[in-house]
């Protein structure tokens, strides 16, 4: 199955610090979506985009939706311990299987 | 409040002996799915159900069978569990349809099988 390459694969920062990782794909996405996982938890959404262009932040943490549809990015501003745990971004395809989730890899922060 | 719930949240299983995962939600949301996830390979859909009665395979079927006879619960069956089946497995859940693509997570199990 697809799979989306995000990236760092990890990353170790100081607090205070501005954070950024992105994703991208091969093919084209309807939906971006970014999650915070934190240890023992499932999932947790942070950030949806539904529009090519868009940049939506929340709080400390802006992302946007690349124009070609095919990538992503999330910026954590002023980072603060709570911030550690994994980042994973998920795009919904455009046709087909429109449903469906396809996750990347994480960003272990 | 709502929520997705998994049982159990843990399990040692040895191999070929079957078991089942539950999953419910209290949203009334017409889609759910199973995720597993392994370090290095993020989550992977192993099935999906868009609604009572219908389910699709995901990216990793093999080894798994799930059903959908009520709109609130989606078990996970595993009739033969083998050692490559240990991973830690999530459910989630949300409404069908292009304006909401939120999706609700369990909290997960972990199964051990040996």
């Known amino acids: 199955g697809q799979q989306l390459n995000q990236s760092p694969q990890s990353m170790f920062i100081q607090e205070g610090e501005d954070v950024s990782m992105n994703c991208t794909s091969s093919s084209i996405f309807n939906t971006w979506l970014w999650y915070k996982q934190d240890p023992g938890e499932g999932p947790v959404l942070l950030i949806a985009l539904y529009k090519a262009g868009e940049l939506t932040s929340n709080g400390r943490l802006t992302a946007q939706f690349g124009i070609t549809r095919k990538d992503s990015f999330l910026n954590i501003s002023a980072s603060i311990p709570s911030d550690v745990g994994i980042y994973f971004c998920?795009?919904?395809?455009?046709?087909?299987?429109?449903?469906?989730?396809?996750f990347g890899t994480g960003t272990r922060l | 409040e709502a929520q997705v719930t998994q049982n159990p949240r843990y399990l040692i299983t040895v191999t070929g002996k079957k078991l089942t995962v539950t999953c419910s939600q209290n949203?009334?949301?017409?889609?759910m799915s199973w995720y597993r996830q392994d370090p290095g390979l993020g989550l992977r859909q192993i099935y999906y159900?868009?609604?009572?009665?219908v389910t699709d395979k995901g990216d990793v079927p093999e080894g798994y069978k799930v059903s959908r006879k009520e709109k609130r619960n989606f078990p996970l069956i595993l009739e033969s569990p083998s050692p490559n089946q240990t991973s830690l497995y999530f459910c989630a859940s949300r409404d069908w349809g292009t304006g909401d693509t939120e999706a609700f997570f369990g909290q997960g199990t972990r199964l051990t099988v040996v």
């Open positions: 159900s868009m609604n009572v009665e």
């Open positions: 949203m009334n949301h017409e889609y």
């Open positions: 998920a795009g919904r395809g455009v046709t087909g299987t429109a449903s469906k989730l396809t």
